[in-house]
């Protein structure tokens, strides 16, 4: 995928201009020894950790379509605590499936370099709280 491919939407408003991401899933799995096995290891998928990166031009507050986070709303969402921290997502390609779930953002990072004339970033870390699945169209 290039650049601008992939949406990620928080709360049901967009991060706009995503210029990279990367989606990391991992089986958690149980290794078990029975009888019935007759002395043969198996390996048993009992979930999955997800979690998954954005990286997008930077919006000022206030500079975006309606339905965009700016960066005062992701600050905001980075600094939830306890059970409201958790918030819905959708996340996929601009065709294809996209995923839905619930995801906390363990990471926030904003970089903005010295030159006036070069773009300022946002990137966040997000980890699925529960399942990651198909967005009914």
Do not use: C, W
Not at 43 to 55: A, E, N, R
Request: net charge negative; aromatic share 6%; charged share 25%.
């Amino acid at each position: 995928m290039q650049g601008f491919n992939v949406r990620l939407k928080v709360n049901s408003k967009a991060i706009v201009a995503v210029t990279q991401d990367e989606l990391n899933i991992d089986a958690q799995t149980k290794e078990s020894y029975t009888k019935d096995d007759k002395g043969v290891k198996k390996t048993k998928v009992t979930g999955h950790d997800i979690t998954f990166s954005v990286s997008a031009l930077y919006e000022e507050a206030g500079s975006g379509e309606l339905d965009a986070m700016d960066r005062d709303d992701i600050i905001a969402l980075a600094l939830k605590e306890g059970d409201n921290a958790a918030v819905p997502f959708e996340y996929g390609p601009s065709t294809g499936t996209i995923y839905k779930g619930n995801a906390i953002i363990t990471g926030y990072k904003e970089t903005t370099p010295a030159d006036p004339t070069s773009d300022s970033t946002i990137s966040l870390t997000l980890k699925v709280d529960g399942a990651m699945t198909p967005k009914s169209s």
